[in-house]
């Protein structure tokens, strides 16, 4: 299983950045995906997921109002739209998949992890 995560860069506070993720080697619409981020010095944390059909989505509440997820199937690709972007936002974003339904996601237990993309937000 392969997730290969893209679009990170820098950029300033305000503005917005669309990470996208590809993955390979799994049933991709049997599975539930999410992004989480880690910061310099600070835990992984979980930002969002969406369900396998795409029905359901949940975010962290320090993104809520301001990232959205989503995913085409068709594509085996999870996307992150953020917008309005924070200092406090910077961090290695990782996407991830799990056959689990939402709530293990949320709870970081997850079957396959990504390698991150960098995201600098620069005030």
């Known amino acids: 299983v392969q997730l290969q995560a893209f679009g990170g860069g820098l950029v300033q506070a305000g503005g917005s950045l669309r990470l996208s993720c590809a993955a390979s080697?799994?049933?991709?619409?049997?599975?539930?995906m999410g992004w989480f981020r880690q910061a310099p010095g600070k835990e992984r944390e979980f930002v969002a997921t969406?369900?396998?059909?795409?029905?359901?989505?949940y975010y962290a509440d320090s993104v809520k109002g301001r990232f959205t997820i989503s995913r085409d199937n068709a594509k085996n690709t999870v996307y992150l739209q953020m917008n309005g972007l924070k200092p406090e936002d910077t961090a290695v974003y990782y996407c991830?998949?799990?056959?689990?339904?939402?709530?293990?996601?949320?709870?970081?237990?997850?079957?396959?992890w990504g390698k991150g993309t960098q995201v600098t937000v620069s005030s």
């Open positions: 991830a998949a799990d056959h689990r339904p939402t709530s293990s996601v949320r709870s970081g237990r997850v079957d396959y």
């Open positions: 080697g799994l049933t991709f619409s049997s599975y539930t």
């Open positions: 969406i369900s396998w059909s795409g029905d359901r989505t």
